[in-house]
């Protein structure tokens, strides 16, 4: 079965440092997702990406973060300058809105520990 | 505003009990409804949603919209599905999930 593969699986940075989390998402999905989920919080929306730009984002979503699609496979989030408070997992989603079925796949996560 | 409210953080059962996990909704429109679940060390996946009207896992969720709840039951709850449960809602215009806080469904032995 197709998988939303994500890396690194746990990265630990240094506050101020510059974080890319890196995203494959399914091949034939059009409608790309980044969500985080704070240790023992709830599933955070930050972003949705369609046709090669942001379609939606949050208010968590500001400007040191962003997100590309370099290469039409990998989708990427870049956090430029992280702050303890980015700690947290990051999913990477995907969804085919040709398929009739409103469903959102999954990664597994990446792990983002500031020190 | 959307709004998605599961109203226990921890439900723990024995095995063999019923066990209903709450979601409730707040949404102008006529959203769709899901549960996901979450594994231990394992990622968000779909358990069902409201359109399907399936039983997955023994798990069923009717969407009430005069009480805007979408409560996920089981009659027997097992062991293997303690995990943490999150209800969500997608607009029809389907480009954005909200998730609710989630629920811990521990089942002991």
């Known amino acids: 079965e197709p998988e939303v593969t994500q890396t690194p699986s746990h990265q630990v940075t240094q506050m101020g440092q510059e974080v890319i989390l890196r995203c494959v998402p399914i091949s034939n999905h059009l409608y790309f997702y980044w969500y985080r989920q704070i240790l023992g919080q709830k599933v955070e929306f930050l972003v949705s990406f369609y046709n090669n730009e942001i379609s939606e984002k949050s208010e968590i979503f500001d400007d040191q973060f962003s997100v590309e699609r370099p290469d039409g496979s990998n989708f990427t989030l870049k956090i430029r300058s992280t702050k303890l408070e980015d700690s947290a997992m990051y999913f990477c989603?995907?969804?085919?809105?040709?398929?009739?079925?409103?469903?959102?796949?999954f990664g597994a996560g990446s792990r983002l520990t500031v020190l | 505003a959307q709004r998605v409210t599961q109203p226990e953080k921890l439900l723990s059962v024995f095995k063999g009990a019923p066990v209903e996990l709450k979601c409730n909704y707040s949404?102008?429109?006529?959203?769709?409804l899901f549960w996901y679940v979450q594994y231990s060390r394992q990622r968000l996946q779909l358990l069902l949603r409201h359109i399907s009207r399936e039983s997955i896992k023994g798990f069923t969720a009717d969407l009430n919209k005069g009480e805007t709840s979408f409560h996920l039951k089981k009659p027997f709850a097992q062991e293997e599905d303690s995990a943490m449960y999150y209800c969500?809602?997608?607009?029809?215009?389907?480009?954005?999930?909200?998730f609710g806080s989630g629920t811990k469904l521990n089942v002991k032995p």
């Open positions: 969500a809602l997608s607009p029809y215009n389907f480009n954005k999930f909200y």
């Open positions: 989603a995907s969804q085919d809105p040709n398929s009739g079925a409103n469903v959102l796949t």
């Open positions: 949404y102008s429109g006529s959203p769709e």
